[in-house]
């Protein structure tokens, strides 16, 4: 059966880690994370790494609703979280939508 979202904005992060700095990435993500999931409008974030890419990391996180993401997006919070991981990045996206239905598996 589907729950319904209320339009939930997801964003999800690639993330392409410079070699070698993986192990640093992932502490320093656990360590400021906070800075993200303290946030009123955040509703959780997950760090995913690439099974098939070497150093390709995913970062998801869901937000109450655009508008409260991209104020977020452009405030000193976000910034200072961005420099934090800004050295072990090499290349990286981003993009963004709107959850429109979600299923529960069997397991949860």
Known sequence: MS???DQVFRVTLRMQIKPGMEDDFEKVWLEVGDSV???P???GQWLSRSAEEEGVYYIVSDWVNEPLFRAFE???RHLEHRQKLHPYRSGGSMTTMHVV???SGAAS
């Open 3 to 5: 729950e319904p979202t």
């Open 101 to 103: 239905a979600a299923l």
């Open 74 to 76: 452009t405030s000193d």
């Open 37 to 39: 999931t303290s946030h």
């Open 41 to 43: 409008a955040n509703l």
